[in-house]
């Protein structure tokens, strides 16, 4: 099959390209910049020149661009998208009607959402790791785990902390709004595995948040105010959540923290800088005694991609309550789980001093993402369903 792989230099875009080829299909890989998600006409004239140029068979990209879901209908040729962000706006266009989109969600709660929507092809979908790539450079995981060495971290975080959400961008709300949005932040921050921020803004709280804040799509997307501020709200629960737990489980000396968010805020952290996703990101992961996953609070039931990089290289993952990781892995046994901030304290100091266990549930969590979860198992799985047209 010949694919035109549409690519925004997405960390993962070398280890699909690299499967599609070992899967034996020819690629196509572009880069072209546009203005609009949804109308360019340079844009649309240049990858129709490519599609008609090497006789493209499907279009891919990971999340889904409504100019490339017209591209494809144009030819009447697949599209096919991958969508690893929750939420993911453009997956609200009308676009997202075409009969030639084969889209795969990574959320099952944002998949049943979507479902209303009469997509032809809708799939849930969960996301891969390159195991093959990990290993080549690394060696296979050992059940004995990583040797440890001078600068090995104890417990390791890598990610953003979000302190430039969007909430905290706005400038005025009313004494009363603004306290009724803290308890749902405070209540929503307590509670793991059941997301209700948008539950508890009801009608008349979203008429007055829409007094105070602008927040707008495309006319056209088939998406409310609520979902818009839930998201906002939701960015700012993880802010505060990450901020707090890391706080805390820097006071005595054991965490490191790799970002490019302000670590002033986590001062007794140490900085690890920023990390390479395919060379340096694994390493971390696998010398690291403990590497945690604290999940942004809009993606309400779907497994982080964080969590499969993390197992996926040998490490072990210490994780937020997450319905998919929970249905997908034993806790306990591939990986561990905490529902609460003393929990995740607790489970720290647990696994920290029991290392023969904590090295074995590591072990256990690579062989079951090598198993079901590697890249060459999943595409596979979506070639296969686009080829059905199911």
Known sequence: MRILYYTWLENSSEDMAETFIFLGHKLIKCRIPFQDYEQDESFTSQLSELVSKYACDCIFTFNFFPLLAKIAEKFQIKYISWVYDCPHWTLYSPAVRSAYNYIFVFDYAQFLRLKAFEIPHLYHFPLAVNTRRICEAMG??????????????????????????????????????????????????????????????????????????????????MVSQRELYAAMINEKITSRERISSLRSLSQNGSLRVYTASDLSLVPEAAAGGTVDYRREMPEVFRQSKINLNMTLRSIKSGIPLRALDI?????????????????????????????????????????????????????????????????EVRVKQMLELVEKGI
């Open 311 to 375: 197992m996926g290289a040998g490490g072990f993952l210490l994780s937020n309550y997450q319905q998919e990781l929970a249905e997908q892995f034993e806790d306990g046994k591939e990986l561990v789980l905490y529902a609460s901030a003393e929990e995740l304290i607790e489970k720290s100091r647990y696994y920290l001093a029991n290392e023969e266990e904590r090295c074995e549930i590591a072990y256990r969590g690579y062989l079951k993402v090598q198993k079901l979860f590697s890249y």
């Open 140 to 221: 296979e995981p050992q059940r004995e785990g990583y040797v440890e060495g001078r600068e090995t971290p104890k417990i390791s975080f890598v990610g953003s902390l979000y302190e430039n959400n969007r909430f905290d961008q706005i400038v005025h709300l009313p004494e009363y709004l603004r306290g009724y949005l803290e308890g749902i932040m405070q209540a929503q921050g307590l509670i793991y595995g059941y997301n209700f921020v948008e539950e508890l803004l009801t009608e008349k709280i979203i008429r007055q948040m829409n007094s105070w804040i602008s927040m707008q799509l495309p006319e056209a997307y």
